[in-house]
């Protein structure tokens, strides 16, 4: 293996830990966004389900 080779190696390695360190990252910020969304689903859907009962123009109101 020659000097270049090596130094193209080292390069490739730094890259793909570089890549591993930015997704954590994205995801570390991400997740809560996604369970916020999954939660504002969640309300969403329990209160259709409760205001349902009472009629079209409620279910207006909610959604």
């Known amino acids: 293996m020659t000097l270049t080779d090596q130094k193209s190696s ?14 954590r990252d994205i995801f570390r910020l991400a997740w809560p966004v996604t369970v916020e969304n999954i939660l504002q689903m969640t309300v969403g859907l329990v209160a259709m389900a409760m205001v349902g009962r009472l009629g079209a123009t409620s279910i207006a109101a909610v959604g």
Not at 10 to 23: F, H, L, S, Y
């Open 10 to 23: 080292d390069k490739q390695n730094g890259a793909a830990e570089n890549m591993t360190v930015i997704r």
